[in-house]
């Protein structure tokens, strides 16, 4: 009798470390923040925000659904699992189209338990600013813009995409915005015509694709004129790029099985995306990378193209052959780094039907 006892009791313990060790072994979402504070947003400017997180488990969390409070709310996630002890984001963006003050939530679903977590926001959609400089960084005296920088990205021929930016009128009279130097690429409308005293305008500028000079970057200066007689200048200045992509619908799947691949290399290391730089006093840095071709054709590279003024680039070779590899010589000036608007950034356009557009962007430490 006593044996049978002293097994049920060994029995007993170890199922429970068998369930303690089972409840241990799972993830665990952990907000960075779980109520943002997005203070005072114009109104119909949406607003986005983001809620970073961790995954403090033992095992990858997987994120199945978010649910936000109303519809004026769109969300995105991430859809792979975030591995144990790595991070996360979850952005949702706001329509602003109400007036008064709000208090948003979103419902997250993981594996983590059955029961959903809370993320929030919470502010006040006002229909004239007090605060300029968070949605309006860019000062050009009179008025103030969301942004000076401009971009069109992954455009196929035929595309006709539309972008819009955001000025505030700080002046005591109205304003009637104009861009000069606009190409014929370019159609822009500005609502409304005429921007009251105080009060936010758009201008919506579309392209027509069609009309692009070549595949790859095509960049331009655009200039706001701030009042009657304006000229030209940095100040005024809005930078407009459009990356358009050649076209590849008509590629049998042996053709796609055999075309050219490309890889970027810095040493042994294939690169994702970006690298670094470590500028440290000098004027210049240059840094050697490896274009390479893993695939079963010719490797046509046909941009080489930058987006600002403080970086220069050459590729040793152009057609590069199966298995081999090209060297990509990339150069920074400090002096030009400090007066661009953007980062530095490389974009080239190749023959790769997977990757027809690789972008690589600098860190500069």
Not at 63 to 74: D, K, L, N
Not at 109 to 131: C, H, K, M, W
Not at 150 to 169: A, C, H, R, S, Y
Not at 229 to 239: A, L, P, R, W, Y
Request: charged share 20%; aromatic share 8%.
């Amino acid at each position: 009798m006593y044996i049978c006892n002293v097994e049920k009791r060994i029995f007993t313990v170890s199922l429970l470390l068998v369930m303690a060790a089972s409840l241990l072994a799972q993830p665990r979402f952990v907000p960075d923040a779980p109520v943002v504070k997005t203070g005072d947003i114009v109104w119909q400017n949406p607003k986005t925000v983001l809620f970073t997180f961790s995954n403090r488990g033992t095992e990858p969390l997987q994120i199945t659904e978010v649910h936000p409070s109303c519809g004026c709310i769109s969300v995105t996630y991430p859809e792979a699992p975030v591995p144990a002890g790595q991070s996360g984001m979850i952005t949702a963006t706001y329509d602003a189209g109400m007036l008064g003050t709000f208090y948003r939530e979103l419902a997250v679903y993981t594996n983590a338990q059955p029961l959903p977590i809370y993320l929030s926001f919470q502010g006040r959609v006002v229909e004239t600013p007090l605060d300029y400089e968070g949605d309006f960084p860019i000062d050009l005296g009179n008025v103030r813009l969301s942004k000076n920088y401009i971009e069109f990205n992954d455009v196929n021929k035929g595309d006709k995409p539309v972008t819009e930016l955001q000025i505030v009128n700080l002046e005591h009279t109205p304003y009637t915005p104009q861009l000069m130097h606009l190409p014929n690429y370019l159609s822009v409308e500005y609502l409304p015509a005429e921007v009251q005293p105080g009060r936010v305008g758009k201008i919506r500028l579309t392209l027509d694709s069609d009309r692009l000079f070549m595949n790859g970057l095509n960049q331009t200066s655009l200039y706001l004129s701030r009042y009657m007689g304006d000229k030209i200048g940095d100040q005024n200045e809005i930078v407009v790029s459009a990356v358009l992509l050649p076209a590849f619908r008509n590629l049998t799947a042996e053709e796609m099985n055999r075309a050219p691949r490309i890889v970027l290399m810095d040493g042994d290391k294939m690169i994702e995306g970006e690298t670094t730089f470590v500028m440290g006093g000098k004027k210049k840095v240059t840094k050697v990378l490896h274009v390479t071709n893993i695939g079963e054709e010719t490797l046509t590279v046909s941009g080489v193209q930058v987006f600002n003024r403080a970086m220069s680039v050459s590729l040793g070779e152009r057609n590069i052959k199966p298995h081999a590899t090209a060297k990509l010589k990339i150069t920074l000036d400090a002096k030009e780094l400090a007066k661009a608007k953007n980062g530095p950034r490389l974009l080239l356009i190749c023959n790769d039907p997977r990757h027809a557009k690789t972008e690589l962007y600098i860190n500069v430490e």
